[in-house]
């Protein structure tokens, strides 16, 4: 089984991917997956956005978050540069284990084609105001340099998933007894519904 984790920043994605592992799934943090992407594709996004994004011969990944959080058409540039390697290098990744069940998990899963080979999606949520306060610590960064990720993310709902894979909600505002319930419910649902696919 493979089933993809979503939802907006600071909702808790990599929380829910960890307590997947301790129930024995493999998961995979594609915004890591995506940071890779960036060391593979540096010499093509430099000829996009120019050498001002270099620094010891690396992407400043802070300044090219403020270039394409603050502009649609950058963003859309380097997720055509990026998201195809990002999606190859998942695939290999998914198929070195095919018998332990999978999650893949990151805010823009949906703009992959990746969520169409999922089982289901989990959608995680919290409220904005806990969402700015566990982005605020855990990037130790200013709202003021978190609020374009923020608006660019503001229409994303997982209605944007529901054509390809049902969806499960997760809320993880509370505590971890309560994630945990709710994950728990979700995993039963799937388990249930592999046997009555097999």
């Known amino acids: 089984m493979l089933i993809g984790i979503a939802g907006k920043i600071g909702s808790g994605k990599s929380h829910v991917a960890r307590l997947l592992e301790e129930r024995g799934w493999r ?3 594609l915004d890591i997956v995506a940071h890779r992407a960036l060391k593979e594709k540096t010499r093509e996004i430099v000829d ?23 502009d649609e058409e950058s963003l859309r540039r380097l997720e055509e540069v990026t998201y195809p390697w990002i999606e190859e290098k998942t ?11 999978a999650a893949i998990h990151a805010i823009n899963l ?4 990746l969520h169409e080979e999922c089982d289901a999606v989990i959608w995680v949520s919290a409220p ?16 003021k340099e978190l609020k374009d990720r923020f608006r660019s ?6 209605k944007v ?10 809320r993880n505002s509370k505590n971890d007894a309560s ?9 039963r649902r799937l388990k249930r519904i592999g046997r009555e696919n097999q």
Do not use: C, M
Request: hydrophobic share 35%; charged share 35%.
């Open 128 to 143: 904005r105001r806990v969402r700015k306060k566990r982005v605020a610590k855990r990037d130790n960064r200013p709202w």
């Open 91 to 101: 695939r290999e990744w998914i198929a070195e284990d095919k018998e332990t069940p």
């Open 153 to 158: 993310q503001k229409a994303l709902n997982p």
């Open 27 to 29: 998961t995979l943090d």
């Open 48 to 70: 996009i956005f120019g050498d001002g994004l270099l620094v010891d011969g690396h992407i400043d990944r802070k300044a090219l978050g403020h270039l394409v959080f603050s």
């Open 161 to 170: 998933f529901s054509q390809h894979a049902e969806i499960y909600s997760v």
């Open 179 to 187: 994630v945990n319930a709710s994950l728990e419910r979700v995993l």
């Open 110 to 113: 949906h703009k992959t084609k």
